[in-house]
């Protein structure tokens, strides 16, 4: 695979496939455990049920994964990233080095809290707020300048998972769309293919946080995709023409299925896929497939 495809394979494949619960019913495939991907909450370690909003014009959520989310607006960016509270001090003598000679960021406060200030440039800062029930928030903004910075801090706000979830651009999936959008996308799927899973394993939407439609389509095209890659790799360990035959057949579908038609012009992912289905093609199992799409 070219390395500009792998590398985009990682990317995404780090919010991908691992919040689709792909079970095992039986027979000689891989199990998938049920584990539950974070939500908004979690993520940032709000309370249960909790969400965060930026009341700020002109912002949206734009990316939200397994320890933050980030906004944008334009080229201007706000990052906010949750870590264990053990790890507290030593970012922080990490951050007084941005400075020269080293000192502590300027205080202020965020969300109720202290926090601290510094700035990489003119128009690039982060605040880290203190610990809070064994954790804490650092908040990275690029793309303006201080005073915009404070206010921007200024206008987060906690509430509401739901008020969250309604907040978020309509090419998102909230975590209540989840199921009938991940049948909708399997169903398609299914369709050019002739197949749904290979027999054996299903696939049952589990909870997960909201996603822009280009990942959850990862998760869901990449979760079918590892189910016959496995089922390829399973058959030909075994000497099993037939089952081998029949994966090959489905991944070599690939290129039809409408999720990856409709994500290829925004990424490369799809291309991922086809690579491996490819391989597949010519006899082969593709060297490291399961790290490539996020296999459970």
């Not at 706000?157 to 996308?185: M, Q, W």
């Not at 058959?235 to 990856?260: D, F, N």
């Not at 082969?284 to 790290?291: I, L, S």
């Amino acid at each position: 695979m070219p390395a500009t495809t792998a590398a985009a394979a990682a990317v995404v494949a780090g919010i991908a496939v691992s919040s689709l619960w792909w079970q095992d019913l039986g027979g000689d495939h891989e199990g998938g455990g049920q584990d539950r991907d974070p939500s908004v909450a979690s993520s940032l370690d709000l309370p249960e049920g909790g969400g965060l909003v930026l009341d700020a014009p002109g912002w949206k959520v734009d990316s939200l994964g397994s320890d933050g989310l980030r906004f944008r607006n334009g080229d201007a960016d706000l990052e906010i990233t949750s870590y264990d509270a053990e790890s507290y001090d030593s970012y922080v003598v990490d951050r007084e080095h941005i400075v020269d000679p080293p000192a502590p960021g300027e205080p202020i406060r965020v969300l109720s809290r202290a926090a601290q200030l510094w700035a990489y440039t003119q128009r690039d800062h982060t605040a880290i707020r203190e610990v809070e029930d064994g954790h804490w928030l650092e908040f990275r903004g690029a793309g303006m300048d201080k005073t915009a910075f404070l206010a921007l801090l200024g206008q987060l706000r906690v509430t509401s998972e739901a008020e969250f979830n309604a907040s978020l651009p309509e090419h998102y999936v909230a975590e209540g769309e989840r199921l009938p959008e991940a049948l909708k996308i399997l169903g398609a799927i299914s369709r050019v293919s002739g197949a749904d899973l290979p027999d054996g394993v299903s696939a049952l939407s589990g909870g997960g946080e909201s996603q822009d439609r280009y990942q959850f389509g990862a998760e869901v095209a990449g979760g079918y995709a590892c189910a016959w890659l496995e089922e390829f790799e399973n058959a030909l360990a075994h000497g099993q023409t037939a089952r081998a035959t029949e994966a090959a057949r489905v991944l070599g579908t690939s290129r039809q299925w409408p999720i990856l038609q409709e994500m290829d012009t925004d990424g490369d992912y799809p291309e991922v896929v086809w690579d491996y289905a490819d391989a597949v093609a010519a006899g082969q199992v593709p060297e490291g497939y399961r790290e490539g799409l996020g296999c459970r």
